[in-house]
């Protein structure tokens, strides 16, 4: 059974730096994705990044590159996205997710998903 589980959310000042983490377990496949994405109230959930688990390749949302860093630590399992600069309009849930099989960016191709962890920037 694969379970994700987020944490590290919090509440920030813009201009501040958040490291969020996706403990996972049950991922037994060969190759496999992991990728964030986020939602704000009302709005559809948009992708963010991507990190493949076998060769540690990444893909950003083009809004989020530059400030936005995902990686992986094989030992322990979890995946990171290392959010720099956060602004207002970063104020979302974010959500871990993975997929057996190559990096994808849409919703729909992702199996497994985190519970989500808020992410709230003050101006």
């Known amino acids: 059974q694969v379970r994700l589980v987020e944490s590290g959310g919090g509440l920030v000042q813009a201009g501040g730096s958040l490291r969020l983490s996706c403990a996972a377990s049950g991922l037994t496949a060969s190759s496999y994705a992991m990728a964030w994405f986020r939602q704000v109230p009302g709005k559809e959930r948009e992708f963010v990044a991507v990190?493949?688990?076998?060769?540690?390749?990444?893909y950003y949302a083009d809004s989020v590159k530059g400030r936005f860093t995902i990686s992986r630590d094989s030992a322990k399992n979890t995946v990171y996205l290392q959010i720099n600069n956060l602004k207002p309009e970063d104020t979302a849930v974010y959500y871990c997710?993975?997929?057996?099989?190559?990096?994808?960016?849409?919703?729909?191709?992702?199996?497994?998903w985190g519970q989500g962890t808020q992410v709230t920037v003050s101006s």
């Open positions: 997710a993975a997929r057996i099989g190559i990096m994808l960016v849409t919703i729909a191709e992702y199996t497994y």
């Open positions: 990190i493949s688990w076998r060769s540690g390749g990444t």
